[in-house]
């Protein structure tokens, strides 16, 4: 049982945008900065979104994020089918002590 | 350039220890803390420990604390996890990680390739 809550998968046509949501509490989603994590089949995970909103270097900004409360929501726009791979969200857990993920959302563009 | 090379993944049997290496460059190893993730065959990320930059401060998933050592040889620009008395759930890629700050409250920006850790009879 993760502490931060995503929807096990997701899935949309190439050229849509979809959605994913990240839900936590006040120790860790509402009081730290959270970030997404973009991890392709069989590759290790990588940076996608860090301080709720901020892309790094060579992620396109068809990649969104935003946080309100004890949630948040990586948006991602013109589908490709290169999109597909795995989503985590994470973040500190002031409470825990502890860096804290979600269990994941795996995004299939069909 | 950063890079995160590890090492020390193989296998072990059930109460065996094992010692994981990470060799760090292109940042400077003491300004940033530094983390080890792992991945269980098919499931998600799980944090499993962080050191602070200056090394001076470490955290434990409790699933590992007592059982897991996290340390840094900065002169060597290495990350270590010393693992003892494993268990069969500890089997995962386990990924050596550079964090965006100091302190072990910051994104994760890089990550190395990950070495598996199967621990079997």
């Known amino acids: 049982q993760s502490v931060l809550t995503q929807p096990p998968s997701v899935s949309a046509a190439p050229g849509q945008k979809v959605t994913i949501s990240c839900s936590g509490s006040?120790?860790?989603?509402?009081?730290?900065?959270l970030s997404w994590y973009q991890q392709l089949p069989g590759t290790a995970p990588k940076l996608l979104m860090y301080?709720?909103?901020k892309r790094p270097s060579g992620i396109p900004d068809r990649f969104s994020g935003s946080k309100s409360g004890t949630s948040a929501t990586l948006g991602i726009t013109g589908l490709q089918t290169g999109d597909e791979a795995d989503y985590y969200c994470g973040t500190w857990d002031s409470s825990l002590s502890a860096k804290v993920f979600g269990g994941g959302t795996k995004l299939t563009v069909l | 350039e950063v890079q995160l090379v590890e090492s020390g993944g193989g296998l072990v049997q059930p109460g065996g220890s094992l010692r994981l290496s990470c060799a760090a460059s292109g940042f400077t190893f003491s300004s940033y803390a530094m983390t080890w993730v792992r991945q269980g065959p098919g499931k998600g990320l799980e944090w499993v420990s962080t050191i602070s930059g200056s090394g001076g401060t470490t955290y434990y998933a409790d699933s590992v604390k007592g059982r897991f050592t996290i340390s840094k040889d900065t002169s060597k620009n290495t990350l270590f996890l010393q693992m003892n008395s494993l268990r069969a759930e500890d089997t995962a890629v386990y990924y050596c990680?550079?964090?965006?700050?100091?302190?072990?409250?910051?994104?994760?920006?890089?990550w190395g390739q990950g070495t598996l850790v199967t621990v079997s009879a």
């Open positions: 990680a550079k964090e965006g700050g100091g302190g072990g409250d910051y994104e994760i920006n890089y």
């Open positions: 301080e709720n909103n």
């Open positions: 006040s120790s860790n989603i509402r009081n730290n900065y």
